[in-house]
Structures are given as C-alpha cells and as structure tokens.
C-alpha cells in the first residue's frame, strides 16, 4: 500500500518567518493531496489540497507544491503567526475512493 | 447542517470489553471511513465504506467490525477491547467529486481508553 512519510516532526520558527513541511509518497497512482491542521484536541481541518495534474497551489499565506516526478509534496507557510500553532499532516490518496494516508505529523511553534 | 457527530466523546473500557462507537453524518455523503490516532503515528485507516451495504478494510482493521446499513451511520465495533486500542478514533465522510477524491470532514473524535 502507499507509505506517506513527512518531515520534520517539529519546527519552530519565529513569527514572521517562513514555514516549510516536506512529504513523500510511494504510490505513483496517488493522484490527490490534501494537508490538515490539527489544534491541540480538536479534530483535523483541510487547509489547503492539490490535485495531481497540477504543480503549485496558492491560498494567501499558504501553498503547496507537487513534484509527482520525485513523489515529494510540500506545504509553505509564509508570514507565519502564533495562531499558526497547530500540527499539520499531509496526506495522499491513490484512489477514488478516498482512502487516505496520512504521515505522522509536523507540530508547528511559532515563536511570538 | 450538523456535519460529522460522533459519539460519545470519551470512553473507559476494560480489556475484554467490547462497545460501539457512533458516527452519523448529514451531507449525504457516500463514503465514510474510521481512523485511529496515536501519537507520532498520524491517522491510520480501519475500515471504510464507500456506500449503503459496502465496507472495506484499511490499514489496521483487526480487532474491529463496520457495517453501513444506511447512508448516514456508519458504527465502529470494538468486539474484545484491548490496552493496543486506547487512541483517539475520528470518524471522517466524503463525497464523489467531479474532479475524483474530495476532502475529508471530520468528526469530533472519540477518545478511547482500555484498561
């Protein structure tokens, strides 16, 4: 089955500055991508998600790139503020289904 | 629209012990699925069900029952609880979209302990 991974599994970054989170994927039938905010014990939220005929999306501070050559993903956080703060997961999908799997998390500090 | 509810919230079990967990949505969504969440190990996939009468297993199915007698409910069955399942179990629907795999949406989450 597909194996999602993702890095780093911390980050902490002073506020203001940028924010990047990078994931793999072994699938090449993954065709869709979506990344999750989670808040401390609240469930996860989408964020931001890219489809695989499509290399770079943009919404205000937040982005993701796909390099379905390499099977590598990233999500960029620009400007970044304390309510950023939260743990985010990426996810693929190699089916229509929606079957997800998940890597295991990035938490997120931004440093007033 | 109440979106995904799941029930209840926090659950103690012995070990041995078996209960349900309840997940019902109202977007008319066709398929639903269970995750687990554990720590530095992000969601894994128990079972899922793209329909009324269809259900499939994922990643971790063992130990656990589905059934999806309507589009709504889509139960979680612990059949002899175990200290392995204490976790953190999400209930998450989605539909078919016209461009292929949708979002998930999430419920509340249930917060499992087995003693």
């Known amino acids: 089955g597909e194996n999602v991974e993702q890095h780093p599994s911390t980050l902490s970054v002073q506020e203001g500055d940028s924010a990047v989170i990078k994931c793999t994927y072994s699938?090449?039938?993954?065709?869709?991508f979506p990344w999750y905010k989670q808040e401390l014990g609240k469930r996860p939220q989408l964020i931001i998600d890219i489809r695989s005929n499509v290399g770079e999306k943009k919404d205000q501070r937040i982005a993701v790139t796909l390099n379905k050559t390499a099977k590598h993903f990233s999500l960029h956080i620009t400007e970044t503020q304390p309510e950023d703060s939260a743990v985010y997961f990426c996810?693929?999908?190699?089916?229509?289904?929606?079957?997800?799997?998940f890597g295991s998390g990035t938490k997120l500090n931004v440093k007033p | 629209n109440a979106g995904v509810t799941q029930t209840p919230k926090f659950q103690v079990l012995k070990t041995g012990q078996s209960m349900t967990l309840q997940c019902a949505q109202d977007m008319n969504h066709e398929y639903m699925s269970w995750y687990r969440q554990d720590p530095g190990m992000g969601l894994r996939l128990i079972h899922y069900?793209?329909?009324?009468?269809?259900?499939d297993q994922g990643e971790v199915p063992n130990g656990y029952n589905v059934s999806r007698s309507t589009t709504e409910d889509f139960p979680l069955r612990l059949l002899s609880a175990a200290p392995s399942q204490t976790s953190v179990y999400f209930c998450?629907?989605?539909?078919?979209?016209?461009?292929?795999?949708?979002?998930?949406?999430f419920g509340n989450g249930t917060r499992l302990t087995v003693t």
């Open positions: 699938d090449s039938a993954s065709n869709y």
């Open positions: 069900s793209v329909g009324a009468g269809i259900t």
């Open positions: 998450a629907s989605s539909t078919r979209g016209a461009s292929g795999n949708s979002p998930l949406h």
């Open positions: 996810a693929a999908s190699p089916n229509n289904f929606n079957k997800f799997y």
